[in-house]
């Protein structure tokens, strides 16, 4: 694909509620439909969360909203593929809002570019990560290190990945992550020692924008609000 313009997104002033990004999704994802902005992608921390896709089932879920929300964790269920995951402090999540159109609206082409983004950015870190057939995501050693679950909205994407950097690997026991009864990991607990995550979330962007062919220039969200306004 060649190079086309977008924009970063990079919220850093600490874990973002998951409501107010879902909400920011939404508004993005309606004027990226519009043609009114280029492809966008967000990446930020949350506050604790459990949020489970189409495919959750309750028993995905291995405590009450009730034990959650005694723990300090929300609970949503939300449009995006895939089941039960967890999204906390230490994690790095990324939201790609992609116009589709320049891929043949490819859903597993986009999946498999988003997972390959991935895998190259574990590997500067020196992690040798890997797919699995028929197993959403990235994968260490038989270990989930990144989740990944999109849903498309008229040709435009949102949801996407999670990369446990330094995540508090516990949380987990709360869900059977993706429904899947496999273990979870971490970057840390790969190498045996902290990564602090603005590493890898300035590392992420060059293997984006090298995977998906979209040049990104970084947006702030005073910026994003008042062209969001204007149109």
């Given at each position: 694909?060649?190079?086309?313009?977008?924009?970063?997104?990079?919220?850093?002033?600490?874990?973002?509620?998951?409501?107010?990004?879902?909400?920011?999704?939404?508004?993005?994802?309606?004027?990226?439909?519009?043609?009114?902005?280029?492809?966008?992608?967000?990446?930020?921390?949350?506050?604790?969360?459990?949020?489970?896709?189409?495919?959750?089932?309750?028993?995905?879920?291995r405590a009450t909203r009730e034990e959650l929300a005694s723990a300090g964790i929300e609970l949503?269920?939300?449009?995006?593929?895939?089941?039960?995951?967890?999204?906390?402090?230490?994690?790095?999540?990324?939201?790609?809002?992609?116009?589709?159109?320049?891929?043949?609206?490819?859903?597993?082409?986009?999946?498999?570019?988003?997972e390959e983004s991935l895998i190259q950015t574990l590997e500067r870190f020196g992690i040798a990560?890997?797919?699995?057939?028929?197993?959403?995501?990235?994968?260490?050693?038989?270990?989930?290190?990144?989740?990944?679950?999109?849903?498309?909205?008229?040709?435009?994407?949102?949801?996407?990945?999670?990369?446990?950097?330094?995540?508090?690997?516990?949380?987990?026991?709360?869900?059977?992550?993706?429904?899947?009864?496999?273990?979870?990991?971490?970057?840390?607990?790969?190498?045996?020692?902290?990564?602090?995550?603005?590493?890898?979330?300035?590392?992420?962007?060059?293997?984006?924008?090298?995977?998906?062919?979209?040049?990104?220039?970084?947006?702030?969200?005073?910026?994003?609000?008042?062209?969001?306004?204007?149109?």
């Amino acid at each position: 694909m060649a190079d086309a313009q977008g924009w970063l997104l990079d919220l850093r002033d600490g874990p973002v509620p998951y409501a107010e990004a879902w909400a920011l999704q939404r508004d993005l994802v309606d004027a990226r439909q519009r043609g009114e902005i280029p492809d966008v992608l967000m990446l930020l921390e949350h506050l604790p969360v459990v949020t489970v896709g189409r495919s959750g089932k309750s028993e995905h879920l291995r405590a009450t909203r009730e034990e959650l929300a005694s723990a300090g964790i929300e609970l949503f269920r939300v449009e995006r593929g895939g089941s039960a995951t967890y999204h906390g402090p230490g994690q790095l999540v990324g939201y790609p809002i992609v116009d589709l159109g320049a891929m043949g609206r490819d859903v597993v082409r986009y999946m498999r570019t988003m997972e390959e983004s991935l895998i190259q950015t574990l590997e500067r870190f020196g992690i040798a990560a890997v797919r699995e057939k028929g197993y959403p995501g990235v994968w260490v050693g038989g270990a989930k290190i990144c989740s990944v679950g999109v849903a498309v909205k008229r040709g435009v994407t949102m949801h996407g990945f999670a990369i446990n950097v330094t995540t508090a690997l516990d949380a987990f026991s709360l869900i059977n992550p993706c429904g899947l009864d496999r273990p979870v990991t971490s970057m840390s607990a790969v190498l045996g020692h902290p990564v602090e995550t603005v590493e890898v979330r300035q590392a992420y962007p060059e293997q984006f924008s090298r995977a998906f062919g979209i040049e990104l220039d970084p947006v702030t969200m005073l910026e994003l609000e008042a062209t969001l306004a204007l149109v």
